[in-house]
């Protein structure tokens, strides 16, 4: 789950939507990147607590063994036992469906680049035209 908002409330809450997999009361996660782990001590689906939730829904989820000033926004909470990569550079492959006439599209132009909470500032390095 990536995290999109957290706030304190006697304890550290973290809110997102759940991507894959599942969460439930007791579980232990870790916080990506910083890989602090944490356990679960409650579970909310709209105002409604819950004992899990799974793909898809919406979430609030009260952690304890992390501050809130320590949790960034688009840290991701992970499975202890197959976390979710971190990586500082990767390679991408784009496809621009729509240019307009008069907007210049060139190498080494830095642009800003969203995924999912996350904006960077990215540098295209190479590019190729098809057609």
């Given at each position: 789950m990536h995290i999109l908002d957290k706030f304190k409330d006697v304890g550290?809450?973290?809110?997102?939507k759940i991507e894959s997999g599942s969460v439930r009361e007791g579980d232990s996660l870790l916080v990506?990147?910083?890989?602090?782990?944490?356990?679960?001590?409650?579970?909310?689906?709209d105002e409604n607590k819950v004992r899990g939730?799974?793909?898809?829904?919406?979430v609030r989820i009260k952690l304890?063994?992390?501050?809130?000033?320590?949790?960034l926004y688009g840290f991701v909470?992970?499975?202890v036992e197959k976390h979710v990569g971190v990586v500082s550079e990767?390679?991408?492959?784009?496809?621009?469906?729509?240019?307009l006439d008069?907007?210049?599209?060139?190498?080494?132009?830095?642009?800003?680049?969203?995924i999912h909470s996350l904006l960077r500032s990215v540098r295209l390095l190479s590019a190729t035209e098809s057609r």
């Open positions: 550290t809450v973290v809110m997102g990506m990147p910083n890989k602090v782990q944490v356990k679960v001590i409650y579970v909310h689906c939730a799974g793909p898809g829904e919406n304890s063994g992390i501050e809130e000033g320590d949790i909470l992970s499975r990767f390679d991408a492959q784009l496809q621009i469906i729509e240019l008069n907007a210049i599209f060139t190498c080494l132009i830095i642009k800003r680049l969203h």
